[in-house]
């Protein structure tokens, strides 16, 4: 049986992330491929729990901290689910992976892009996605679709507007770096666009259809 493939979606908040993963799987479920969704901190019990702790706005968390619990949560989540459902032939679509860290901590927290990758490839046994669709948007532009729910914000999103630039210029050095995996989708179009964008990005990974 051949390995599941992992498909990651990456992107500010605001980007439509949500929005595009449905779409995606139900639109690869109905071309056939058995594929189940899953989501970054979180996914399984223990990466859940982390997920919570890591966004909640009352906690105070240094750079290196986050970027551990980022990595613990990743690290459970590999072992517990992403392997055994890859190892069985099933495809994964991910809402969030490594890169994300890579972005946020490495470049955001300026821990250093190198550092962060050391420790989620430690977390991940080196696991890396198959495709990652890069939803690139302008950070104004994100957090005006987030909308002016400040006090509903969770603590990363509370950051200031050039924590988040610095973040997107991040995600594009990690695109140009590897233009086989990274594919950009401009988020900024509709949702029907950035869906056919995102299929036509994956459509090479997808078996040949019988007949």
Do not use: C, H
């Amino acid at each position: 049986m051949a390995r599941g493939r992992l498909i990651t979606i990456e992107g500010l908040d605001g980007a439509g992330k949500t929005t595009l993963a449905a779409t995606l799987l139900y639109e690869l479920r109905a071309r056939g491929v058995d594929i189940e969704p899953l989501r970054e901190p979180g996914g399984v019990v223990i990466a859940e729990k982390i997920r919570t702790l890591v966004k909640d706005p009352e906690m105070t968390i240094g750079p290196r901290a986050e970027a551990l619990l980022y990595a613990a949560a990743r690290a459970q989540l590999v072992e517990e689910a992403l392997e055994p459902v890859l190892s069985r032939g099933t495809w994964v679509l991910l809402d969030r992976f490594v890169d994300s860290s890579l972005a946020y901590q490495g470049a955001g927290r300026g821990l250093g892009i190198d550092v962060v990758k050391a420790i989620n490839e430690f977390g991940t046994g080196g696991l890396a996605p198959d495709r990652t669709l890069l939803l690139e948007i302008d950070p104004a532009l994100g957090r005006v679709r987030q909308g002016s729910r400040l006090e509903g914000f969770d603590r990363l999103e509370r950051e200031e507007e050039s924590f988040f630039a610095t973040i997107a210029a991040a995600y594009s050095e990690i695109a140009d770096a590897e233009p086989e995996r990274v594919r950009r989708i401009n988020a900024s179009w509709g949702a029907d666009e950035v869906a056919e964008a995102a299929l036509v990005e994956v459509e090479d990974l997808l078996p040949a259809r019988a007949g």
